[in-house]
């Protein structure tokens, strides 16, 4: 199944990256990898998080201070064009957390100023940066927590508004064709197509472990509906149940859900075990960081809902840890792991494990 996804692969990243501080993944999982991908990210970054300060464009360093960053060899050109631009053009903000990211489907550059209410009225009231901006660049400009959106009315007024989605980062289905699902600037998402691609191809060929195809599965935190979309074609014929607690993206999974997987029961809320009897034979977890410690605990109380098998993404190793050792106490196996450099530079990399009842 992989080798239809042409990924690049590279095992010496097992010895030579894969020692994050004092933990290693192969001694939590206790095993090596099945796999370990490390997707080429040159100009690969559609979705780039960045910090501006003071007409600067950086990343904050590990003694709290600022390093410029100039032209990052792993964004796509087009957000290596945005942050000239905006260098020769800057933002009349001092500081603010900037999210760069580019549309290949709709050739769209966006950008997500992460500022306070009070740096958004100051935008507003300056108005000239931002309908330079939204008229002659044509970007679109995503600004604070409430995932709105600043565009122009026919008088040049200023409208602060609900964001629109985009196609800001496609899904791959089972034969590696794009899903082009909308989702919006300021929502999570992978940084590029191919650690997408490489994440979602580690998931199918881990399930290709399993003996018998799931009949039902249940996602916990959905996003927009990355995996749920790719593990939808894989699994055409079960049954999904899915859920996310984020309302932004709620809206974002909703909508997906009508074009791409029309067949899923969506829970509109926070992951509740209740709800999820009905699809016992596989759950798929992308938790955030710390893990989902709190669904582990419910099925310690509830093991009749314990499902046969659990496919899991993490990102850090601090959720990996907590994670991995509650399954094994609700009595759980590990099949195999795989892993993903999807954070090149940085000791991080992206863990995808299944575990099986036993
Ligand atoms: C790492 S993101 C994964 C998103 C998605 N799988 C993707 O590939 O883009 C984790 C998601 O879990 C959601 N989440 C966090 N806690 C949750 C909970 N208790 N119940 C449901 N979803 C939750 C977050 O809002 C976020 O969208």
Redo the contacts with the bound molecule.
């Keep these: 199944m992989i080798e239809a996804f042409h990924l690049r692969e590279n095992r010496a990243l097992i010895d030579a990256k894969w020692r994050e501080k004092r933990l290693l993944t192969s001694e939590i999982l206790g095993c090596d990898p099945i796999r370990a991908l490390q997707p080429d990210l040159t100009a690969g970054r559609l979705r780039l998080d960045l910090m501006w300060k003071e007409g600067l464009i950086g990343i904050r360093d590990e003694n709290d201070g600022f390093t410029e960053i100039r032209e990052p060899d792993s964004a796509h050109p087009r957000i290596r064009g945005m942050m000239n631009l905006l260098l020769q053009d800057p933002l009349p903000v001092a500081r603010a957390g900037l999210r760069f990211r580019y549309s290949m489907q709709e050739d769209l550059c966006g950008l997500w100023i992460d500022c306070s209410n009070e740096e958004i009225k100051q935008l507003k009231d300056e108005k000239a940066w931002l309908s330079r901006t939204l008229t002659k660049k044509r970007w679109v400009i995503e600004a604070g927590q409430k995932g709105k959106e600043f565009s122009l009315n026919e008088t040049g007024e200023v409208l602060f508004q609900e964001a629109r989605s985009h196609v800001w980062l496609a899904?791959f289905d089972a034969n590696n064709d794009e899903i082009p699902l909308r989702s919006k600037i300021h929502?999570?998402?992978?940084p590029g197509p191919e650690v997408?691609r490489a994440?979602i191809a580690c998931g199918f060929e881990l399930l290709d472990l399993l003996k018998t195809s799931p009949r039902s599965w249940a996602?916990?935190?959905?996003?927009?509906?990355?995996?749920?979309a790719a593990f939808a074609s894989l699994l055409s014929e079960a049954r999904i149940w899915t859920?996310?607690?984020?309302p932004l993206?709620v809206e974002c999974l909703a909508e997906n859900a009508k074009h791409f997987f029309a067949k899923a029961e969506l829970q509109l809320?926070?992951?509740k075990l209740d709800a999820v009897a009905s699809a016992s034979d596989l759950w798929i977890l992308?938790?955030?960081r710390p893990g989902?410690p709190?669904?582990f605990d419910g099925l310690a109380l509830r093991p009749d809902l314990k499902p046969h098998s659990v496919l899991i993404?993490h990102?850090h190793s601090k959720g990996l840890l907590g994670d991995s050792s509650r399954l094994k106490s609700l009595g759980y196996a590990l099949q195999g792991w795989s892993s993903v450099d999807a954070f090149p530079g940085t000791p991080y990399h992206e863990v995808i494990s299944l575990w099986n009842l036993s």
């Design positions: 899904s929502l999570f998402s992978q997408n994440m996602e916990f935190g959905a996003g927009y509906g990355n995996l749920t859920s996310e607690i984020h993206a809320t926070a992951a992308d938790p955030p989902f709190e669904l993404y990102c």
